[in-house]
């Protein structure tokens, strides 16, 4: 069961990067799936030394 579904998440990575790299040749990017993803996720890198210390303390109730 457990490799089945592996098989099946690696064959639908496949097949979303042939069908990219069709839309890429072809320029043709009218279904959703073809698509370029954007640049930026949204994440934020964080400096460390100016990031205030994580409380490892347990919840305080608001």
Known sequence: MKTGLMVII???AA???C???WAARTGDRTD???H???EDFGFEEIDPAA???ASTGPPVAA
């Open 10 to 12: 690696a064959q639908a």
């Open 51 to 53: 990031a205030p210390a």
């Open 36 to 38: 370029l993803d954007p």
């Open 32 to 34: 959703l799936l073809t």
């Open 15 to 17: 097949n979303l990067r």
């Open 19 to 21: 069908l990219r790299a």
